[in-house]
């Protein structure tokens, strides 16, 4: 079992900046990407951005691409989520998961409220 515990959402300010941070437990031996999703009301849950492990290869939604930084530490076994010229369309809760090899996205966390006022 993994699991993660995610952490600094809050109500900022169209243009605004913000930093996500999601702690895992620990890495399984599958374990091989974490990544962001999030969900806005009344809509479903939509991919944000992914980074591997091993190399620290990244992947972005096109709707944040340019604004969006996701970034690990290893050591920490927690990834990051810099969040920047924030619009209210970002406005979700925010998840992170935990992707395994033969599972995809196993583990979620619980998700933190980002709200973005304009």
């Known amino acids: 079992q993994v699991q993660l515990v995610e952490s600094g959402g809050g109500l900022v300010q169209a243009g605004d900046s913000l930093t996500l941070a999601c702690a895992a437990s620990?890495?399984?031996?599958?374990?091989?990407?974490m990544g962001w999703f999030r969900q806005a009301p009344g809509k479903g849950r939509e991919f944000v951005a992914s980074?591997?492990?091993?190399?620290?290869?990244?992947n972005y939604a096109d709707s944040v691409k340019g604004r969006f930084t996701i970034s690990r530490d290893i050591a920490k076994n927690t990834i990051y989520l810099l969040m920047n010229s924030l619009k209210p369309e970002d406005t979700a809760v925010y998840y992170c998961?935990?992707?395994?090899?033969?599972?995809?996205?196993?583990?979620w966390g619980q998700g933190t409220q980002v709200t973005v006022s304009s």
């Open positions: 620990r890495r399984t031996f599958s374990s091989y990407a």
């Open positions: 998961a935990n992707a395994e090899r033969g599972s995809g996205y196993r583990y």
């Open positions: 980074i591997w492990w091993n190399d620290g290869s990244t």
